[in-house]
Nanobody
Framework: QVQLVESGGGLVQVGGSLRLSCAASGFTFSSAAMSWYRQAPGKEREWVAAITNPGGTTNYGDSAKGRSNISRDNTKNTVYLQMNSLKPEDTAVYYC?????????????WGQGTQVTVSS
């Protein structure tokens, strides 16, 4: 059974930092591309950052460039999102997504999300 469990969210003041974690199980983590998304109230889900498998090439959405760092630890089956210089507009539920490929088919798995609230 595939599981993605996010943690590390919470309430932080403007300018603060948070490190989100996503612990994965039930699939071959080291072969999966991992991403973070976020969804603010009343808005569509937005891609934040991604890291490839297993080389670790990273890409960031505009909201995360220069302020965030995505990383992975394949020995712990965990992907991280370090967020710095947080702004009120970063308030959202943050989701972890895994893309695993098997026999030419992509399978996407999502976590349940973790709430990040940035207070001014």
């Amino acid at each position: 059974q595939v599981q993605l469990v996010e943690s590390g969210g919470g309430l932080v003041q403007v300018g603060g930092s948070l490190r989100l974690s996503c612990a994965a199980s039930g699939f071959t983590f080291s072969s999966a591309a991992m991403s973070w998304y976020r969804q603010a109230p009343g808005k569509e889900r937005e891609w934040v950052a991604a890291i490839t498998n297993p080389g670790g090439t990273t890409n960031y959405g505009d909201s995360a460039k220069g302020r965030s760092n995505i990383s992975r630890d394949n020995t712990k089956n965990t992907v991280y999102l370090q967020m710095n210089s947080l702004k009120p507009e970063d308030t959202a539920v943050y989701y972890c997504k895994a893309r695993s490929r098997s026999v030419g088919i992509n399978y996407d798995y999502w976590g349940q999300g973790t709430q990040v609230t940035v207070s001014s």
